[in-house]
């Protein structure tokens, strides 16, 4: 199954979650896929990308996303994000342009948005994987209670973060998040079908580091 080696702090409060009843599920659930010689993305070494990038005390900002993209090659384990040499997909075109809209910001060729992880972004996504060109395919496995004890443990853990809810599933987590202890932002989410709905023009990245500035964190290099 997927590798839980994380050389962080997220060792340390994922421990038990790995150790969790719906974790076993998980496990059982890709040994039934590898019988089935299923391909499952993104490939194991990256499943765990988003946590390895941003350590626990280092998050300062979540972005949500659904599930990872299915076409092969693309996904990679954070949310939103494509390896170097892989073309921007249409979502994160119009990430890029509200980007450019709010801060003045062109975004360089790469889709790959590891520069935001290390900076404490965390690019999570509510499952972890999808069956190659099945969209939603893994969307009510366990990986939604595990996902949802990662933001309830945020929560709860840490004060004066960020979290950026993009899009109707997204929005939905929000119950999980205290807004006295917490920004919550949310709009539409950026794909072609709805960026004009809100997200374009939300002005969501200087929003995020303003509150961050009033707080005396480090604001985030877009």
Known sequence: ???????????????????????QQLYDFFEYQKSLRKIILPP??????????????????????????????????????????VKTPPSLVNIYKELELDLGITSNISGNLERWASQGVLLLNSALTVEKNSPASHSKTPWIEFTES?????????????????GAHAHKKSELIDPAKHLVLSTSHPSPFSAYKGFFGCKHFSKTNEYLKMHNLKQINW
């Open 1 to 23: 199954m997927v590798g839980r080696i994380i050389n962080n702090d997220w060792s340390e409060h994922l421990g038990p979650l790995f150790q969790s009843d719906s974790y």
């Open 44 to 85: 194991e070494k990256d499943r765990f990308k988003a946590f390895e990038l941003s350590s626990f005390e280092d998050t300062q900002v979540i972005i949500l996303g659904q599930d990872p993209y299915h076409n092969e090659g693309q996904a990679h384990g954070l949310s939103f994000s494509v390896p170097d040499n």
């Open 150 to 166: 990662i933001i309830l443990l945020l929560n709860e853990r840490k004060q004066n973060l960020v979290f950026l809810l993009w």
